[in-house]
């Protein structure tokens, strides 16, 4: 069996080593994030079926859990892990072409450490190194928002920074408030012993839990640093953020709160957020006219729903909520990968300036199409299992409660629904007659930008057509065919909800 | 062939028009035509079948297509229509862009329907509603300028409907653990039956929706005058009337017919009655008010609808018999409709009832196509719509519901009104200068307008072939069933023999006509003669169309103004600065922001420490 | 069987002789109360004869088409109604049928009309539709009532329901008469509602371009067509007739008081006339149908 210790290690070492190949050849360096994230991605799915059987946790520097340091990988990590490497590995093949200028090591470099801290954080045992990879992955993230270097993007990072750190520095007081009170770091190990203190003692480091990883998840009202970021980083960052990041944030509330605060009393808190959450990242985009600020607050209404889901607290409801983490992560990127090149090739990101888009790069547009009907929930495509899973468990709540909650979220539907034909409408429908190069407009665009010849506006190149075409087949294939993931998500599931098993998983 | 495989190819055929359209325009539009063409033959050998068959496994729940005599009737009208309509689009849409995409979304929303119509369990149902949903959408859309709105209108309501029946879906999936029809079926009489109203209600609204029946009839006159005119046809032929299948479903196969009739103390189907009522009362007078001819159409098909859902809805054998043959019949005449005023737009540019007229002398056929499907709309006798307007009547009556009856009948003048204004502005009068170049129709265009106006008096003298289908299928719901004849219907209450009609109307024709012959013989004039003695006539200025009901629009148009329309609007607008208001919270200021986190963590903390919430 | 047919024959005739000896007599009778000494009762006849003879002139075969369809729905309609007893196919349908086959008539005149292109005439026809929206809605309400409380459509047993002198005038159904009665001079474009036709307005509107025999056929579907109204009224309200003599004598009876207010009244314009049809024969009418459901 592998270690899954190379699951961290061996993109960790690709991005250290970015540089180093930058010394034989300037180009090298961009070819080094695919072939990292295509090795986790092969090495996840090979990992699947042993994990599925039974988790497999691993310690480093010898020491046993509770005293060392240990990665769990059970079906959840192994699952997100996946997804992150594919994800991650899609994205940067279509950055082989999209990213040419600026400092392009560096880019690469940022982004697998990126990954990497994704990985780990999803993969650890331990809540310091929670703590570390979620550091490592904010770090690079902030750099790479600001990696254009133009106002824009430099004020969002720094916006961006702030206000990570003080949700850092949030969570390191609740692990330092966590160590005081169980002197020990060890999920596993803090979730056996959780009972011997009062809920009192634990609430302040839950809650600020919750709102330092909230700020990375996007929780609203934390959530106030993502549509700047989102819409001023290059789309493939936009895709990673969105697809990855803040859907790693989320991940990092539900493990705390499940697993090692067992937190079944706050439960119906997490549900009202989450529809807090939802409404106001719908209603923000609804009436936004620039693209990508657009789908960022789609994220946030995502997350919304994701939080929903998890807050229902049955088996069938999170494996939805997770269903739809999977969903949001390839959607959401392919949107950001499909609207990449056409913000670039149209010099705005207003939508307007997207007109007719659809004839001139029709295979963005379908991957677009695809995206946003399987985010709206329609079939036959991945959101439609995902929303069909969430409202099934919330109605068997058998609480009437529950079923107003139901309506909330398909009010928020609608009004998603609303803005994304109407962005449909606008790439198709609406349009200039072929051959009028697109009015350039006074917004900088965040791509790069000293492409002169707009005239003509041809497709996105190949680089770039292949991951999107991936990822709207695998929408359509899970779409159509949910079974595909739905035993890992089942085993995912139960790992968050059976805290006994994942504690003597660890503690054995 | 199989269920599943039907829809397979059906499916595959869209796709492989696509493909096909990328090699050459000639192919794939002979391709369209015979793969719509061609799922009619085994649809047809499907008649009197009682086939299943789960076809797919989704999430743990089975897929199951069946044929009943019902779905069978709706395939079959679902088919024809759009077979129709792809033989039209073949002239209509020639030299318009996208083509290929076009044909795929026309074969697409015909395999949805299909899909609709054989479903078995709701998870298809809902699926197969969806993809024609969104690809309805798309199709709508497909002309651009106002279509947008309109396509944003239609698929908005569509969503709202959606998500309303998948509620219903989940919860009964919830309560009853499974979504067969039949499993469902023997679940809701044991349920409370503010449970099974509470299903009842969120289907309505979906099928309401779809179906345009007041208050959620919005999204129709928009998008029924802007799409193209091949697919408005089916628009307003078939697709409308999958909410028609959806009511039928849930009423009858569903919940039941004592349900149906007892719950809320009968007050439910009696109130979707009212509800029909309205929606044939007030579209029909709006329609007279409209200077667009599809969008005069499109009116008319709301109140055409009005009827099929009185029908089903009152809860009578006759009633029920009634409105399924509407349904049939104003597939058959309104898609005829369309596609004439369709064929008028393809060689005039226009559909303005103001400016056109005088065309009979340019396209006989077609107006006397029109004619005849006018003739249906109205419900004049040997065309179907009277025979089926015939039934709705007489249930009303004989159920007591005489107010509900006056409604229907009075609906019947609104309904000559408008269409006489049609068939006047575009065909009669005089000619405008402007079109006297205009040439007929081109054949295959022709082909489709023929066949239906056949349907229309074929049905309407021998209206025993369907209604025989459709008293089975009433029979099997637990109603009584009627003694259909060939030539009509038998009872005791008042007969209808439509062959004696026929043959009486037809007797007097011959009579009159050889009356006429008896005459001196008549000459031909030119038109403007008599009425100019011969003095120069400036034709344009004398063709009296402008305002046709000049005295009646002025006392009823301060009445019909779409206030559920206006109102919808209003919401939108309130949501959308609403929405801006959200948006401010995301100011740009980091000091905003920063406190926002302190404030939530600070709210959370005095929540917990103050108020002890949890 | 061959008794059948010979009604299908006769009862046209019957109806078109009486159909055209109203005629003469409504000039007639007008005229005495207008002072007037009036042409002879049979000249309507003449009138015919001469028409044929003349030649006419066309516009198109939807010209000629709508005049014979008129006509022949008028001649449908009458083997439709039961004439004292004679009801030659009154078993192939109801009342429903009834209230349709009298859409032949206005559409068939409309359709040839629409195809001359006269200004008047599509004027005229406009009128007339709109006309017969505001009576319409009485005459629906009349008829609802009668087929509730008798609880049929057939007209044959409404007729026989009324042995014996329980007149529908007298019973319940009166309101519904007497709405039914308001809205006559509507249903048969005499004054005060000969505003479809005016001719100082609009040059007698869907006749105008009309002459020799097609004028001869307007004027046989016009006596056609006032039998029918009239004859409909008798059967529904005043019990038919036991032959056709008695049958007769209630028509005529009800025929010259029709003939009355068309000699004393003025015109109405189409709006007034929209409004005063909406107003109180609706009222009577709707108050007669409720009245009918509440005692039923």
């Known amino acids: 069996m592998v270690n899954p210790i190379l699951l961290i290690a061996v993109p960790l070492a690709f991005a250290f080593s970015i540089p180093l190949f930058g010394l034989i050849s300037k180009r090298a360096g961009r070819f080094i994030p695919p072939v990292a994230m295509l090795f986790?991605?092969?090495?996840?799915?090979?990992?699947?079926?042993?994990?599925?059987?039974?988790?497999?946790?691993?310690?480093?520097?010898?020491?046993?859990?509770?005293?060392?340091?240990?990665?769990?990988?059970?079906?959840?990590?192994?699952?997100?892990?996946?997804?992150?490497?594919?994800?991650?590995?899609?994205?940067?093949?279509?950055?082989?072409?999209?990213?040419?200028?600026?400092?392009?090591?560096?880019?690469?470099?940022?982004?697998?450490?990126?990954?990497?801290?994704?990985?780990?954080?999803?993969?650890?045992?331990?809540?310091?190194?929670?703590?570390?990879?979620?550091?490592?992955?904010?770090?690079?993230?902030?750099?790479?928002?600001?990696?254009?270097?133009?106002?824009?993007?430099?004020?969002?990072?720094?916006?961006?920074?702030?206000?990570?750190?003080?949700?850092?520095?949030?969570?390191?007081?609740?692990?330092?408030?966590?160590?005081?009170?169980?002197?020990?770091?060890?999920?596993?190990?803090?979730?056996?012993?959780?009972?011997?203190?009062?809920?009192?003692?634990?609430?302040?480091?839950?809650?600020?839990?919750?709102?330092?990883?909230?700020?990375?998840?996007?929780?609203?009202?934390?959530?106030?640093?993502?549509?700047?970021?989102?819409?001023?980083?290059?789309?493939?960052?936009?895709?990673?953020?969105?697809?990855?990041?803040?859907?790693?944030?989320?991940?990092?509330?539900?493990?705390?709160?499940?697993?090692?605060?067992?937190?079944?009393d706050i439960l119906l808190f997490l549900v009202l957020l989450g529809l807090l959450t939802l409404l106001a990242g719908e209603l923000s985009a609804f009436s936004q006219n620039n693209i990508k600020r657009m789908l960022a607050y789609s994220s946030i209404g995502q997350m919304g729903l994701i939080l929903f889901a998890l807050g229902i607290g049955t088996d069938y409801g999170i494996a939805g909520g997770l269903f739809q983490f999977i969903n949001h992560a390839l959607s959401k990127a392919l949107i950001f990968l499909a609207t990449g090149y056409m913000i670039y090739r149209m010099g705005s990101m207003e939508i307007s300036s997207l007109e007719g888009i659809g004839k001139k790069m029709p295979v963005s547009s379908l991957c677009f199409t695809v995206g946003a009907f399987s985010l709206i929930g329609l079939p036959p495509f991945a959101g439609f299992p995902s929303k069909f899973m969430i409202v099934l468990s919330a109605l068997e709540k058998h609480s009437n409660l529950f079923i107003v909650f139901i309506g909330i979220v398909f009010l928020g539907t609608v009004i998603e629904a609303t803005y994304f034909f109407k962005v449909i409408q606008v790439l198709y429908f609406k349009g200039a007659p072929a051959g009028v190069p697109a009015e350039k407009k006074t917004e900088i665009s965040p791509a790069q930008e000293t492409i002169k010849d707009r005239g003509v506006i041809t497709g996105a190149p190949i680089a770039a057509l292949i991951p999107m075409i991936i990822l709207a087949l695998l929408i359509i294939l899970i779409g159509v065919y949910p079974k595909a993931v739905d035993e890992i998500l089942n085993a995912s599931s139960i790992e968050l909800l059976d805290r006994v098993k994942y504690i003597q998983g660890v503690l054995r | 062939?199989?269920?599943?495989?039907?829809?397979?190819?059906?499916?595959?055929?869209?796709?492989?028009?696509?493909?096909?359209?990328?090699?050459?325009?000639?192919?794939?539009?002979?391709?369209?035509?015979?793969?719509?063409?061609?799922?009619?033959?085994?649809?047809?050998?499907?008649?009197?079948?009682?086939?299943?068959?789960?076809?797919?496994?989704?999430?743990?729940?089975?897929?199951?297509?069946?044929?009943?005599?019902?779905?069978?009737?709706?395939?079959?009208?679902?088919?024809?229509?759009?077979?129709?309509?792809?033989?039209?689009?073949?002239?209509?849409?020639?030299?318009?862009?996208?083509?290929?995409?076009?044909?795929?979304?026309?074969?697409?929303?015909?395999?949805?329907?299909?899909?609709?119509?054989?479903?078995?369990?709701?998870?298809?149902?809902?699926?197969?509603?969806?993809?024609?949903?969104?690809?309805?959408?798309?199709?709508?859309?497909?002309?651009?300028?106002?279509?947008?709105?309109?396509?944003?209108?239609?698929?908005?309501?569509?969503?709202?409907?959606?998500?309303?029946?998948?509620?219903?879906?989940?919860?009964?999936?919830?309560?009853?653990?499974?979504?067969?029809?039949?499993?469902?079926?023997?679940?809701?009489?044991?349920?409370?039956?503010?449970?099974?109203?509470?299903?009842?209600?969120?289907?309505?609204?979906?099928?309401?929706?779809?179906?345009?029946?007041?208050?959620?009839?919005?999204?129709?006159?928009?998008?029924?005058?802007?799409?193209?005119?091949?697919?408005?046809?089916?628009?307003?032929?078939?697709?409308?009337?999958?909410?028609?299948?959806?009511?039928?479903?849930?009423?009858?196969?569903?919940?039941?017919?004592?349900?149906?009739?007892?719950?809320?103390?009968?007050?439910?189907?009696?109130?979707?009655?009212?509800?029909?009522?309205?929606?044939?009362?007030?579209?029909?007078?709006?329609?007279?008010?409209?200077?667009?001819?599809?969008?005069?159409?499109?009116?008319?098909?709301?109140?055409?609808?009005?009827?099929?859902?009185?029908?089903?809805?009152?809860?009578?054998?006759?009633?029920?018999?009634?409105?399924?043959?509407?349904?049939?019949?104003?597939?058959?005449?309104?898609?005829?409709?369309?596609?004439?005023?369709?064929?008028?737009?393809?060689?005039?540019?226009?559909?303005?009832?103001?400016?056109?007229?005088?065309?009979?002398?340019?396209?006989?056929?077609?107006?006397?196509?029109?004619?005849?499907?006018?003739?249906?709309?109205?419900?004049?006798?040997?065309?179907?719509?009277?025979?089926?307007?015939?039934?709705?009547?007489?249930?009303?009556?004989?159920?007591?519901?005489?107010?509900?009856?006056?409604?229907?009948?009075?609906?019947?003048?609104?309904?000559?009104?408008?269409?006489?204004?049609?068939?006047?502005?575009?065909?009669?009068?005089?000619?405008?200068?402007?079109?006297?170049?205009?040439?007929?129709?081109?054949?295959?265009?022709?082909?489709?307008?023929?066949?239906?106006?056949?349907?229309?008096?074929?049905?309407?003298?021998?209206?025993?072939?369907?209604?025989?289908?459709?008293?089975?299928?009433?029979?099997?719901?637990?109603?009584?069933?009627?003694?259909?004849?060939?030539?009509?219907?038998?009872?005791?209450?008042?007969?209808?023999?439509?062959?004696?009609?026929?043959?009486?109307?037809?007797?007097?024709?011959?009579?009159?006509w050889l009356l006429f012959l008896m005459g001196r013989k008549k000459i031909n004039i030119a038109q403007d003669d008599s009425y100019a003695a011969g003095a120069y006539v400036p034709k344009d200025k004398y063709n009296y169309t402008v305002d046709f009901y000049k005295p009646l629009s002025g006392m009823i148009k301060p009445y019909l103004r779409d206030f559920v329309d206006d109102f919808y609007l209003w919401l939108a607008d309130v949501i959308r600065t609403f929405s801006d208001k959200t948006r401010k919270i995301y100011c740009g200021d980091l000091g905003y922001y920063i406190s926002y986190i302190v404030l939530f963590l600070a709210v959370l903390i005095v929540l917990k420490m103050g108020l002890k919430i949890w | 069987m061959v008794i059948n047919i010979l009604e299908i024959i006769i009862s046209p005739v019957l109806a078109f002789i009486i159909g055209i000896f109203f005629m003469g007599l409504f000039r007639k009778i007008t005229a005495r109360l207008h002072w007037r000494y009036g042409p002879p009762v049979i000249q309507p006849f003449l009138d015919l004869i001469k028409l044929f003879h003349q030649q006419g002139f066309s516009h198109g075969p939807v010209f000629d088409l709508g005049i014979i369809m008129a006509l022949a729905g008028s001649i449908v309609l009458i083997l439709f109604i039961p004439f004292g007893g004679i009801c030659p196919i009154s078993n192939s349908g109801g009342l429903l049928v009834i209230i349709y086959i009298m859409l032949f008539a206005p559409l068939g005149i409309a359709l040839s009309g629409g195809e001359a292109a006269n200004p008047n005439i599509s004027i005229g026809i406009s009128r007339k539709l709109i006309l017969a929206l505001g009576y319409e809605v009485s005459f629906l309400l009349a008829l609802l009532a009668l087929m509730t409380y008798y609880n049929t459509i057939s007209l044959v047993d409404i007729v026989e329901a009324q042995d014996n002198y329980k007149w529908a005038l007298f019973s319940p159904l009166a309101l519904s008469g007497i709405a039914y009665f308001i809205i006559m001079p509507a249903m048969l474009g005499i004054r005060p509602f000969d505003i479809a036709g005016a001719?100082?307005?609009?040059?007698?509107?869907?006749?105008?371009?009309?002459?020799?025999?097609?004028?001869?056929?307007?004027?046989?579907?016009?006596?056609?067509?006032?039998?029918?109204?009239?004859?409909?009224?008798?059967?529904?309200?005043?019990?038919?007739?036991?032959?056709?003599?008695?049958?007769?004598?209630?028509?005529?009876?009800?025929?010259?008081?029709?003939?009355?207010?068309?000699?004393?009244?003025?015109?109405?314009?189409?709006?007034?006339?929209?409004?005063?049809?909406?107003?109180?024969?609706?009222?009577?009418?709707?108050?007669?149908?409720?009245?009918?459901?509440?005692?039923?």
């Not at chain 2, 005089?430 to 229309?456: C, D, G, H, W, Y």
């Not at chain 3, 529904?236 to 032959?243: D, H, I, P, R, V």
């Open chain 1, 40 to 264: 986790n991605l092969v090495l996840s799915i090979i990992l699947i079926p042993d994990v599925l059987e039974s988790p497999v946790s691993v310690f480093l520097s010898g020491f046993p859990p509770p005293f060392g340091i240990n990665l769990y990988v059970g079906p959840l990590g192994i699952l997100f892990s996946a997804v992150i490497a594919l994800v991650g590995f899609l994205v940067s093949i279509y950055a082989l072409d999209y990213i040419k200028e600026g400092a392009e090591e560096k880019y690469h470099m940022l982004y697998l450490a990126l990954l990497t801290g994704a990985t780990g954080v999803v993969l650890t045992g331990d809540i310091f190194n929670l703590f570390v990879f979620f550091e490592i992955l904010c770090i690079s993230s902030y750099g790479l928002v600001g990696y254009l270097g133009n106002k824009a993007g430099v004020e969002s990072a720094v916006k961006y920074l702030i206000q990570g750190s003080v949700g850092s520095a949030f969570n390191l007081i609740g692990i330092a408030l966590i160590y005081g009170q169980f002197g020990t770091l060890n999920m596993a190990d803090i979730a056996a012993n959780i009972n011997s203190v009062s809920p009192n003692q634990l609430f302040i480091p839950l809650v600020l839990f919750i709102v330092g990883f909230g700020i990375e998840g996007a929780i609203f009202p934390l959530n106030a640093w993502l549509p700047d970021a989102h819409s001023s980083a290059p789309s493939t960052i936009s895709a990673v953020l969105s697809g990855i990041a803040i859907e790693t944030g989320v991940y990092a509330i539900a493990r705390v709160t499940f697993t090692i605060f067992g937190a079944s």
């Open chain 2, 1 to 512: 062939m199989n269920l599943a495989q039907l829809i397979l190819i059906s499916l595959c055929g869209a796709f492989l028009t696509y493909l096909l359209g990328k090699a050459s325009s000639r192919i794939r539009d002979t391709f369209a035509v015979f793969i719509s063409l061609l799922l009619i033959i085994p649809l047809f050998c499907l008649y009197g079948k009682n086939e299943e068959i789960t076809y797919y496994s989704f999430l743990g729940l089975p897929l199951i297509l069946k044929i009943t005599p019902l779905s069978w009737l709706f395939a079959i009208a679902v088919q024809t229509i759009t077979s129709l309509s792809v033989i039209f689009s073949l002239s209509y849409m020639k030299g318009k862009e996208r083509l290929d995409f076009y044909y795929l979304m026309l074969l697409l929303v015909n395999t949805g329907m299909l899909g609709i119509v054989l479903s078995a369990d709701l998870i298809s149902f809902y699926i197969f509603w969806e993809i024609m949903s969104w690809s309805t959408f798309l199709l709508i859309s497909y002309n651009r300028g106002p279509a947008l709105h309109a396509g944003m209108k239609y698929i908005v309501m569509s969503i709202i409907g959606s998500a309303s029946m998948i509620i219903g879906i989940l919860s009964l999936y919830v309560n009853c653990g499974s979504l067969d029809f039949v499993q469902i079926a023997s679940f809701i009489p044991r349920t409370s039956s503010g449970y099974t109203l509470f299903i009842l209600i969120l289907f309505c609204i979906t099928f309401g929706i779809k179906n345009a029946i007041a208050p959620f009839h919005t999204w129709l006159p928009d998008a029924h005058s802007e799409a193209p005119s091949p697919f408005s046809a089916v628009l307003s032929g078939v697709l409308i009337k999958m909410g028609t299948y959806g009511f039928i479903l849930f009423m009858y196969t569903i919940a039941g017919l004592n349900i149906i009739i007892n719950i809320g103390g009968g007050s439910f189907h009696y109130l979707i009655s009212i509800l029909a009522a309205i929606t044939i009362i007030f579209p029909t007078f709006i329609a007279v008010l409209q200077d667009d001819a599809k969008r005069l159409l499109a009116w008319s098909s709301i109140a055409q609808v009005g009827y099929i859902i009185l029908g089903i809805a009152i809860g009578t054998g006759l009633g029920f018999v009634g409105g399924v043959f509407h349904f049939f019949n104003h597939a058959a005449f309104k898609a005829l409709l369309f596609l004439s005023v369709g064929a008028v737009e393809y060689r005039t540019g226009t559909r303005d009832l103001n400016s056109l007229g005088g065309l009979i002398k340019k396209m006989p056929i077609t107006f006397f196509c029109a004619l005849i499907g006018v003739f249906g709309l109205i419900g004049m006798p040997l065309t179907n719509g009277f025979v089926s307007k015939w039934l709705i009547y007489k249930a009303l009556i004989l159920g007591e519901h005489p107010f509900l009856a006056f409604i229907a009948l009075f609906g019947t003048w609104g309904t000559i009104i408008y269409s006489y204004k049609l068939i006047h502005n575009i065909f009669l009068g005089q000619l405008p200068e402007k079109f006297s170049n205009v040439r007929k129709a081109p054949v295959t265009m022709r082909i489709p307008v023929i066949f239906l106006s056949l349907v229309v008096v074929v049905f309407g003298i021998l209206p025993g072939i369907p209604l025989k289908i459709i008293d089975t299928i009433s029979a099997s719901f637990g109603f009584q069933p009627q003694d259909i004849q060939i030539w009509g219907i038998a009872s005791e209450t008042g007969v209808l023999n439509m062959v004696n009609i026929f043959a009486a109307i037809f007797a007097a024709l011959i009579f009159v």
């Open chain 3, 199 to 296: 001719p100082q307005e609009i040059s007698t509107g869907p006749a105008i371009e009309y002459g020799g025999k097609y004028l001869g056929l307007f004027n046989i579907w016009h006596a056609l067509s006032m039998f029918v109204y009239i004859a409909l009224f008798v059967d529904l309200f005043l019990g038919g007739g036991s032959n056709p003599l008695t049958f007769f004598i209630k028509m005529l009876v009800v025929f010259i008081l029709l003939t009355f207010i068309h000699g004393v009244f003025p015109r109405f314009r189409i709006e007034q006339a929209i409004k005063y049809l909406w107003k109180w024969p609706v009222i009577i009418s709707l108050s007669g149908l409720i009245l009918i459901t509440v005692i039923r």
